[in-house]
């Protein structure tokens, strides 16, 4: 069976992520287009945009289930 692939647009809002500078968790809020960019809301409450390039996604992509 040929491989799923999913696009980072995909990512569903409320998906935990690592902001890879400073460690932090946050949640996924919403994802913005061209460049794609996630609005994230970290621990402390602070909401901010970040390329896909500076989050490290938890549990994603879904694992198959074949």
């Known amino acids: 069976m040929a491989k799923k692939y999913y696009s980072m647009n995909e990512v569903p809002v409320g998906t ?3 902001i890879k ?5 946050g ?6 287009n061209f460049p794609t960019t996630f609005k994230i809301k970290d621990e402390n409450g602070h909401v901010k945009n970040y390329y896909t ?3 490290d996604i938890i549990d994603w992509p879904p694992k198959d289930s074949n």
């Open 16 to 18: 935990e992520m690592i």
């Open 21 to 25: 500078s400073s460690g932090t968790k």
């Open 27 to 32: 949640v996924l809020v919403e994802v913005q």
């Open 53 to 55: 390039y500076q989050v």
